[in-house]
């Protein structure tokens, strides 16, 4: 055509692969996250935070697959969740999702266990989840959560050693009573309240997943939902009115002091007077919790500034397991993301500083001695030091200096061909800026 320059095919094929189309983004998908070093390095102190917090209340870690079948989170239609799966066919043809949380992998495993195993089963897990959701500041579309559950304790001892735990955390990483607290409630409250208004058990489900969203949207909206649920108007009332309790005192007015859930609320904070954490405790009958297996106590950490979402959330599923084919089994756990802490530590000017610390640097300052200069890294390596070992040729003097800075690095270790001939190396000691000449048994002697 006239106007157009001619390609021919011989100069299409001599193009680069990929010269001729636009860069790809260099951004992930949307809602996700890289971890360069220095964002892996603080997810790598969370993580160990999670993990010694479980060790210390003798919890064992578990795992479970990325990719769960679909049906595993769609046995409850009408949950939020249902909606925000990541899910799709796979290449047999069967439904799978990315797991949305770790609850539903939890209690497959432990069908799968049987009940062989000795209980109460303590378990924890860290994995990464996946919800289709809209985002705000702490909620992405992928995070890691961390999980402990307790299997095979019926009573709100469970949940009191789970809230301890919590505190136990929160204490660790500087977060105080004044910072953050834990609301508390009853599933219990709601089906009491439900019950003096004859409104139908089936219909208990859809309520809490309702009203869990309280603090999230207005309360008309809330009222139009609970309408179209089929709530009539005066128990629309009588519900919104009961959860705004925050008193024992009210509570048992309300629903009578014989209530199963007022005992088991009573005798949950007596506990936790017991565990010295009943200053981060807040009765609040708004908490309902938006997923349908949770059959008892209820709880939320959140954040007293009110800057932030909920930071964690937990409570009592005795019936989880016979959703999916097994026996009731008396259950409760906890679920605590890793963007809303992060988000709340900044908040507080609470995050750590966590560089790429070295303990030596090794350099060869001849081309000759790269192999001896490797066989002192592997010796220093093998008494677990931390070994930097430059590997880049023609380096100054002033960039190593330089390079040692950056990474912090508390020695030195140069081999130069008059020292190496007398079986010898510089160590210098970048603290004390001493420099000294050491055999290279002596130099491992002295890490």
Not at 175 to 197: H, M, P
Request: proline fraction near 4%.
């Amino acid at each position: 055509m006239s106007g157009s320059p001619a390609v021919s095919l011989k100069e299409k094929e001599g193009t680069p692969k990929g010269s001729m189309g636009s860069l790809i983004s260099t951004d992930p998908p949307k809602g996700t996250r890289d971890f360069p070093p220095e964002d892996m390095r603080l997810r790598t102190w969370l993580f160990n935070n999670f993990r010694e917090v479980s060790r210390l209340f003798s919890f064992e870690e578990v795992d479970f697959p990325l990719v769960e079948s679909e049906e595993l989170y769609t046995r409850k239609a009408g949950e939020e969740i249902v909606g925000q799966l990541y899910n799709f066919e796979d290449k047999g043809g069967r439904k799978v999702a990315l797991r949305p949380e770790l609850t539903p992998s939890l209690a497959r495993l432990v069908l799968q266990k049987g009940r062989a195993q000795s209980y109460p089963l303590k378990w924890f897990a860290i994995g990464q989840c996946w919800r289709y959701e809209r985002m705000t500041r702490g909620r992405r579309r992928e995070h890691y959560q961390w999980n402990m559950d307790i299997i095979g304790v019926p009573g709100v001892e469970a949940e009191a050693e789970l809230l301890s735990a919590i505190v136990t955390f929160f204490t660790k990483l500087g977060i105080t009573s004044n910072d953050v607290g834990i609301k508390v409630s009853n599933r219990k409250v709601l089906q009491a309240v439900l019950e003096k208004f004859n409104i139908p058990v089936d219909s208990f489900p859809a309520v809490c997943v309702i009203v869990d969203k309280l603090e999230k949207l207005p309360r008309e909206e809330i009222e139009g939902e609970l309408d179209k649920a089929g709530v009539p108007s005066n128990a629309v009332e009588g519900i919104l009115k009961a959860l705004s309790l925050k008193s024992f005192d009210d509570l048992e007015a309300l629903i009578g002091a014989q209530s199963g859930a007022v005992a088991e609320l009573k005798q949950l904070f007596a506990l936790a007077e017991g565990y010295g954490i009943q200053d981060w405790l807040h009765f609040d009958a708004s908490v309902v919790r938006g997923l349908a297996y949770y059959t008892g106590t209820v709880f939320e950490g959140f954040d007293k500034d009110k800057k932030l979402r909920a930071i964690c959330g937990g409570g009592r599923y005795d019936r989880l397991l016979s959703t999916y084919g097994g026996q009731d089994t008396p259950a409760c756990g906890f679920g605590f993301g890793d963007a809303v802490i992060v988000e709340l530590l900044k908040e507080k000017k609470l995050l750590p500083v966590l560089p790429h610390v070295v303990d030596d640097v090794v350099m060869a300052l001849e081309d000759s001695l790269r192999v001896p200069a490797a066989g002192v890294a592997a010796r220093l390596r093998s008494k677990g030091r931390v070994v930097e070992l430059v590997i880049e040729k023609g380096k100054k003097m002033k960039w190593v200096f330089k390079h040692c800075d950056t990474l912090k690095a508390k020695r030195l270790v140069l081999l130069g061909s008059t020292e190496w001939d007398q079986g010898k190396v510089n160590v210098k000691d970048l603290d004390a800026r001493e420099q000294t000449l050491k055999t290279v048994d002596e130099l491992i002697e002295s890490t």
